[in-house]
């Protein structure tokens, strides 16, 4: 069984920061990658960032140049350093993992991000 679990979620104002992390455990035999959605209140879950085991990223434009997601292979975590944040930014955020072998994808449970005007 895999797991992925988020943590460092939290309220916190216009232009202040947050770093979340997500670690997966379990029987994992290899990562293709991980990385973070989000999904803000009545909308769909949206892509933020997501990293290679090779260590390339893909960004959201709406966070480029403010979000930054960062690994530790030997830990099997993943990190989003999210600065300058705006009330947009509000949503709850998951942990998403890749997986080589099944079960493939696994999604943590979430953890709430609120950012006020």
């Known amino acids: 069984q895999v797991q992925v679990v988020e943590s460092g979620g939290g309220f916190v104002q216009a232009g202040g920061s947050l770093r979340l992390s997500c670690a997966a455990s379990?029987?994992?035999?290899?990562?293709?990658?991980m990385g973070w959605y989000r999904q803000p209140p009545g909308k769909q879950r949206e892509l933020v960032a997501l990293?290679?085991?090779?260590?390339?990223?893909n960004t959201a434009n709406s966070v480029k140049g403010r979000f930054t997601i960062s690994r530790d292979i030997a830990k099997n975590m993943v990190y989003l350093q999210m600065n300058s944040l705006k009330p947009e930014d509000t949503a709850v955020y998951y942990c998403?993992?890749?997986?080589?072998?099944?079960?493939?994808?696994?999604w943590g449970q979430g953890t709430q991000v609120t950012v006020s005007s």
């Open positions: 998403y993992a890749d997986l080589i072998r099944a079960p493939y994808n696994v």
């Open positions: 379990g029987s994992i035999f290899g990562i293709n990658a």
């Open positions: 990293i290679t085991s090779t260590g390339s990223t």
